[in-house]
């Protein structure tokens, strides 16, 4: 079963999400599910994973950042701590719900969202499980290698037109402007991460890219708290394209939860 849903951000701008949940009444635990960099809650692999975290008995709830997909506002306003923010009003919306479980609230978030997801897990104690797929460390990396010829119009414009072609096949245009990426000067996932308590998961591909590196995601997952779980998928790209890897990645992000939220 799917409903979309609507919830405010701490700037009363709607963002537009959708919830999967198991047939019955409930309570059910609960997984938030963050997409990255200029995504959007129905790209990729994002409405598969809710569907089997569904078939597996938990609510699932993915929804558009500020500024992106369906959600209000503009997506230089969507920056890293704007995400760890929705992230918080995704908890409180969740809340509110009649079947869930508030006492079992989990995240799971991809590249710039698992950064996300990982900032809003360390200062949230309501969430109680966070799992990270293809977490963007070296965003910073990831960011000149997607968008390196237009970074010039940061310094001499203040903002960069980003043209990006997008799951559905449909080139989307992004406005990003310098206040976007100074966001990021402040965080330090290795060292961010050491403020997280929850039980963690970092699912990490083989063939991932820029976003990070086998030794960057070792150093962050090695800074982490116990209890905490790492699991390489062999020949996996960062968003797990090939369906082989996609399948292994469900498996591992379900086995999780099931551990830590049920």
Known sequence: MEEKISFPNNKGQLL????????????FPAVIDCHGFTGNKDA?????????????????????FTGNGE??????????????????????????????????????????GGIAAMLSSA??????????????ILFDNMVRTQL???LPDLETKGYLMYNKIHSDGVVRVHKLTREFFDAWKDVDPSESIKNMKQ?????FGTDDGPSSTP???????NNANEPKHIEIVEGADHDYTD???????????????????R
């Open 16 to 27: 537009a999400g959708v919830i999967s949940r198991p047939a019955g009444k409930g309570p």
């Open 44 to 64: 990729k692999f994002r409405p598969r994973l809710d569907r089997s975290l569904a078939d597996a008995g938990f609510c699932a709830l993915r929804f558009d």
């Open 71 to 112: 959600s209000e506002g503009t997506i230089s306003e969507g920056s890293i701590l704007q995400e760890a923010e929705d992230i918080r009003k995704a908890v409180d919306h969740l809340y509110r719900l009649d079947f869930v479980d508030r006492d079992r609230i989990g995240v799971c978030g991809a590249s710039m």
């Open 123 to 136: 200062d949230d104690i309501r969430i109680k499980a966070t799992a990270l797929l293809s977490p963007a």
């Open 148 to 150: 390196g010829d237009l």
């Open 199 to 203: 039980p963690l998961l970092v699912v």
């Open 215 to 221: 030794e960057a995601i070792q150093e962050f997952f």
């Open 243 to 261: 369906k082989a890897c996609e399948k292994e990645m469900f498996g591992k992000v379900e086995e999780f939860f099931k551990r830590y939220l």
